[in-house]
């Protein structure tokens, strides 16, 4: 699967930013997606997931509240809605896919490149 992220930008503390991921290929629907970001000198981070049905969903403790992924089967495309965005979530935001799984909240085999948010305060 080949993925394409976009919906970056600069945006006030405070604020929201949409993100979306297009994903090449028949098959997207067999496949967990998910989302993670790096900071400048910073380890990358893991955001959040969803499972292929979107019944089950997983967010990293620092955007929990504020971040909701879902996902349009039929468009092949994965959202990450941000809201009361901080400085702090200055990073590039990348979005990856795991078909099994197991990996989506570690280390996921297939990613998108990525895009750059920054928060302003």
């Known amino acids: 699967v080949q993925l394409q992220a976009s919906g970056g930008g600069l945006v006030m503390a405070g604020g929201s930013l949409r993100l979306s991921c297009a994903a090449s290929?028949?098959?997207?629907?067999?496949?967990?997606m998910g989302w993670f970001r790096q900071a400048p000198g910073k380890e990358r981070e893991f955001v959040t997931a969803?499972?292929?049905?979107?019944?089950?969903?997983y967010y990293g403790d620092s955007v929990k509240g504020r971040f909701t992924i879902s996902r349009d089967n039929a468009e092949n495309t994965v959202y990450l809605q941000m809201s009361s965005l901080k400085p702090e979530d200055t990073a590039i935001y990348f979005c990856a896919a795991d078909r099994s799984g197991l990996l989506i909240t570690s280390a996921p085999p297939y990613w998108g490149q990525g895009t750059q948010v920054t928060v302003s305060s």
């Open positions: 290929g028949r098959t997207f629907t067999r496949y967990f």
């Open positions: 969803m499972n292929w049905n979107g019944d089950s969903t």
